[in-house]
């Protein structure tokens, strides 16, 4: 008996506390001007647009699945799971339609490779954001 009471306050306990996600920023290179939305990241992101509204290439980056970050960018703007982005992609890599964005260890990286190429966009924890990158929005 007491051990189904323990359970039940552990998953009760669980269940009341608030999940703190932290704020992720999609970000571009300061030189980039154009405006972005999540439909537009998604499609980015997804390979169905490889280019800016101005018509530079785009080369889209992403971090490793294990970083929260990531997670919170497949829930909100891709709208997909791990396992299904794996799905999503291995079926346009084995038909030679797509490749997947590269993935990056770290979000400094991620910083420093957008910061000097103004065709990359990538995204980080909203607070490792530095003045070498332009913020082209959060959620």
């Known amino acids: 008996m007491k051990?189904?009471?323990?359970i039940l306050t552990a998953v009760l306990a669980t269940l009341s506390s608030p999940l703190v996600l932290a704020e992720v920023a999609v970000i571009v290179h300061p030189s980039n001007n154009n405006?972005?939305?999540?439909a537009t990241v998604a499609k980015i992101y997804l390979g169905r647009e490889k280019s800016?509204?101005?018509g530079?290439?785009?080369v889209p980056m992403s971090l490793a699945e294990s970083t929260a970050s990531s997670a919170s960018f497949n829930d909100v703007v891709l709208k997909k799971s791990?396992?299904?982005l794996k799905a999503y992609w291995s079926?346009?890599?084995f038909t030679g339609k797509g490749t997947p964005p590269k993935e990056l260890a770290s979000e400094d990286e991620m910083l420093k490779l957008v910061?000097?190429?103004p065709n990359l966009i990538g995204f980080v924890d909203a607070s490792k954001?530095?003045?070498s990158v332009k913020v082209a929005f959060k959620f």
């Open 52 to 54: 800016f509204a101005d």
């Open 3 to 6: 051990n189904r009471v323990l």
């Open 82 to 84: 791990a396992s299904q």
């Open 35 to 38: 405006t972005l939305d999540a």
């Open 91 to 93: 079926k346009l890599v």
């Open 56 to 58: 530079q290439s785009v």
């Open 115 to 117: 910061a000097g190429n």
């Open 129 to 131: 954001v530095d003045a």
